[in-house]
């Protein structure tokens, strides 16, 4: 640069020196033709001129080597500092080329340790996917055990433990029930729960065994002060009746709430009769045992009546039912009662015109009623205890019971006892018994009884609800039927006895004659 | 009454309430236990049994009494029934206290010998 710089400047010192040089020679030449003689001048001036010329030729030639010089001192300077420049560029380029080495040495390092950590990395991963590879089989396993567990806790709820439970329920001890269990998977588990529902099982038959005894025994009570107010009101004259009338109402209305949990405990029922009930009987024994039963009208022509083992249950029955309609219709409302006789059986309507049951009462209703076992669990606060008294009897005696809405507005509760379960009394029996015809029935009436079914023994046979001397039919059946009008007839014959010494006839005297004696 | 001496044994479902339809007070000077009574008419269909043997009891005349021991019912109760029937028409009562005072009474020695009789029976 500096000899770029240096060139354009070196030119015109070598032109002015040149110049210089020229006019200088010039001078010289003018100076020696000037000075020397003129016969010589003329040599001289050649000489001089030639010498000027050469001057000026050396000078020019000084001059154009020296700007020679110059260029190349130049170019040397150039070249120099090119040389300078790519010393130092060489100097630089070792320099780069050391740290490019001790970089690529750096990187290499460092690609070895990157190297390095790939080939750890790898064999993490290549640990981790034979780890994966074992949690996988751990899961599946695990699935498939889960799956197992699975199916064996389906198996339990849906079989074992519904079977175990209803052994116990039967009755069966916890030990006896598992031995069929020992060696499955949740024997403790299955053991535990055994031993509870045994347990409340347990708890269950003792609370309903103290309440079926507890009843019992109010029965007990119940009946026999029933037995005793009857002794009394017939000792007792009118002025005490009403009292003993009450006392019995609220001894008959205390031993059907015995008798109701008796039913509802599962005991055996209060009473059992020993000869058939006559329907009218029933629906009073029904009556009876309600406290409104002076709003209940009974209509009532029937002659059946209920076979006596039976009795007690339809009766109980229809004094819940009658009980349900005096409570829901208001107390002027009467409840009536109709008796129809049907080929299937007997039909015992009571009708209330109270506001009747709503849809859901209804099913309700239907439901408790129904042929479905009693749960107890169903006796909740709410829910009437009469109707599962009513569903209980109804199916242990066989009675259809049916709600309807009544056309008197209120509820129309029809029941239904099965013909199997209703007698019907021999004509003979029901036929209106003249005293007048007296020695008649003691003649037709063992006639009328239908001879007795015999065994293969040759024994009479007994149906049920009925005595043996019922069955039989030749001792007790007379003295029932017949002896009444025979008492009678003694009183009659006591009585004219009193009344005069004339001839007393052995039968008494038609009913004509006797005002004749009175008047 | 005639009951008294049997074991107190309640063999009738039927409380005597219901039989009574809760009642238990005779109409007044109706009935004392030897009134007479006569039926006056037949036992219809659909009746009170107890109306019904009544009824078909009294066909000739009988007193309060018997009727009371042939429906094994207290007089009390019986007069509460006769009450019914007499108020619908279907008997009538007579009083053997009317008897004229000359009718002949039986000696005592007849009373005793049929009370004899009686018991041997």
Redesign the interface.
Known sequence: MTARLRRPTGAPVGLLCALAAVLAGAGAVVAARAAAPSAERSVVALWASAAALAWCAAVVAAVVLRGRVGRLRVQLAEGQARVEAAHAAALRAGTDTAAAVSEAQASRARANAARTEAEAARIELLAARSETVEARAEAAAARAAADDERAELARLAEQTIPQVVGRLRAGASVDTVLVEHRQTAHEDLLRLMAREVAYGERQRAAALAVCATAAGRVQALA?SM???L??M???H??EV??DL??L??ST?QAGRMADSIAVLTGARSGRR?TKP??V???L??A??RIGA??RVRL???STAAVAGYA??GV?HALAELLDNATNFSAPPAEVHVYVEELHSGLVITVEDGGLGLSEVWLRRAERAVSGEALDLTALSAGTRLGLAVVGALARKHGLSISFRPSSRGGTGVVMLIPEQLVAHPEPAAAQ?????ARPAPAATAPQSVPPPPITDGGLPKRRRGQTMSAATGSVAAPAAKTG?PE??G???A??Q?????QSVPPH????AD??KD?S | MTRVGQPARDDDPDRLYTVTGGRSQAPQHAFDVVTLIVSEDEPQPGMQSEHARILRLCARPTAVVEVAAELGLPVSVVKILLGDLLEAGRITARHPRFVPAQAKLPDLDMLKQVLHGLQKL
């Open positions: 009946t029933h037995a005793e009857r002794e009101e017939h000792r004259g009118e009746l009403g009338l009450r019995d109402h008959a009769w009930i006559a009218e009987s029933i009073r024994g009556l009876g039963y002076q209509h009532s022509a009795a007690e009766m209106p018994v003249r005293v007048t009444r008492t009678a003694r009183f009659g006591f009585r006895a009193v009344q005069g010494p008494p005297a038609p009913p006797l005002p009175n």
